[in-house]
């Protein structure tokens, strides 16, 4: 009908003023509005960091303590807030929504919107939020990843961490791992002797610059975890089958991840400088870890305390050493691969695990939530501390489980040291509880012990 109209007869002089009147109505609804977000999330998107879960560290020197009120929200938080769209992906890949849990990403968003939108300045973050909500986030991404417009929740999530750690209102669970990683600089506060045991009974030599072309980075799983420590004793049998040259620091610190993730941001800083500083002593041009938590700590978060060096998954460092290598026999062995969330959603490592699993004669299950938007196993952001506390069957460790045991496999294998503690940890809870019915046919792995014991036998 526009087009038949004649613009200069007054039909069509009331359209052209019909239309400009929508126009200008609507651009002046918009910034009270929630369609806002059309003009705002170009430059949300834009500004978004570029790798997921990126918090940028505390200049200690500024006095920078973390987030307390809501004048404390940098621009990018405050930008963030203002774009929300209320699709909530966040609040469905949540695993803390989905296991029941008060957190919900997309409220922590909103609510923050309201408080800016209000001018409550002076409000403290943990009374919006409440304290119980910030601790309940396991720091998998999933947010972040799935939001359309680019928001990101950690920093905002971590950053009042930081301020409640700093004003020293951390939950009691953290009090002992602080307490561990201050005096013995590992997450259990075992001594350093034991992680010597180990390195001498499966023949380690301390990494030589000139002798070696791999760090192998134990962390304190592999330092200290027996069970751990079998899959890693499978990674050193597959480097020597392939000649690789390889050696450990003579002394290591916990990455400061857990620290990072909890909001102890000093304590973070203190031993990622050491670590620094030593790893910088001896310049590795490759280090080679079986935990994704180092992977992320070592090769992504250490580059804003001034150190970079390839930093590879054992999973991605053994499927590209195995190429060559076919399975003689082929089992027919069902397997189901947990993606660990800091290594299939923040590495984007999901086909290496996979190819190697196959290569050796397995088939690959996979579960619901898979591939680089996993079901969390519970563990990160410090909840790993916080899991003896948890009511067993209601867990994000529980929910995942199941999710695994329902692609029927009886092999679940995962690559990650707390994958593996907290799988197992539900699987514990389900035999003594009301699930016991075939939870104890199912063997959890790690991949690199199921490597060890196929490519012995290919
Ligand atoms: S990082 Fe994971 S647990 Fe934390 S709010 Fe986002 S989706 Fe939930
Ligand atoms: S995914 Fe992003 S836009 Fe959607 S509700 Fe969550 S924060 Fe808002």
């Not at 209000?118 to 799935?146: M, N, P």
């Not at 996993?374 to 506390?389: V, W």
């Amino acid at each position: 009908l526009t087009w038949w109209l004649d613009e200069a007869s007054a039909a069509g002089r009331v359209n052209w003023w019909a239309h400009s009147l929508v126009i200008l109505t609507f651009l002046a609804v918009i910034p009270s509005s929630k369609h806002f977000h059309l003009v705002l999330s170009p430059f949300t998107v834009m500004l978004k960091s570029l790798e997921l879960g990126t918090v940028p560290n505390l200049d200690f020197e500024k006095e920078e303590v973390g987030l307390e009120t809501v004048k404390d929200l940098g621009r990018k938080i405050v930008l963030d807030a203002l774009t929300c769209v209320e699709c909530g992906r966040c609040q469905v890949n949540c695993p803390a929504w989905g296991a029941g849990k008060a957190l919900n990403p997309k409220a922590v968003v909103l609510q923050t919107q309201e408080a800016l939108l209000a001018g409550q300045k002076d409000r403290k973050l943990a009374e919006i939020y409440s304290e119980e909500v910030l601790w309940q986030c396991t720091t998998c991404g999933a947010c972040e990843q799935q939001c359309p417009v680019g928001i990101e929740h950690l920093p905002l999530i971590i950053g009042s961490r930081r301020g409640l750690v700093s004003n020293g209102e951390a939950p009691g669970y953290l009090a002992a791992t602080y307490n561990n990683l201050e005096r013995r600089a590992n997450i259990w506060g075992l001594p350093s002797d034991q992680r010597q045991k180990f390195i001498t009974s499966a023949g380690l030599e301390t990494f030589d610059p000139q002798k070696h072309d791999v760090l192998v980075w134990l962390g304190c799983a592999g330092g200290y975890e027996a069970d751990f420590q079998r899959s890693l004793r499978s990674l050193f049998d597959v480097l020597r089958l392939k000649q690789v040259r390889f050696g450990v620091l003579a002394k290591e610190r916990c990455t400061g991840d857990p620290a990072k993730r909890t909001g102890n941001e000093y304590l973070y800083q203190e031993l990622a400088t050491a670590n620094v500083e030593q790893l910088k002593a001896v310049a590795p041009r490759t280090i080679l870890t079986s935990c994704p938590h180092c992977l992320k700590t070592l090769g992504s978060d250490y580059r804003l305390v001034g150190y970079q060096t390839e930093v590879v998954h054992s999973s991605v460092f053994v499927e590209k050493l195995t190429r060559d290598t076919v399975a003689r026999e082929r089992p027919g062995e069902t397997v189901t691969y947990h993606d660990p969330c800091y290594l299939g959603r923040y590495a984007g490592r999901v086909d290496e695990p996979r190819a190697l699993l196959e290569r050796l004669g397995a088939t690959v299950r996979e579960p619901a939530r898979t591939r680089d938007n996993p079901y969390c196993c519970g563990a990160g952001g410090g909840l790993f501390f916080a899991d003896k506390e948890e009511e067993h069957g209601a867990r994000i460790s529980d929910i995942r489980l199941k999710q695994l045991r329902e692609t029927g496999s009886g092999t679940i294998v995962t690559a990650c040291p707390f994958c593996s503690i907290m799988l197992k940890g539900a699987q514990a809870s389900a035999l003594a509880g009301s699930e016991s019915a075939g939870a104890g046919d199912v063997q959890i792995v790690d991949l690199m012990t199921f490597v060890g014991g196929r490519l012995a036998k290919t």
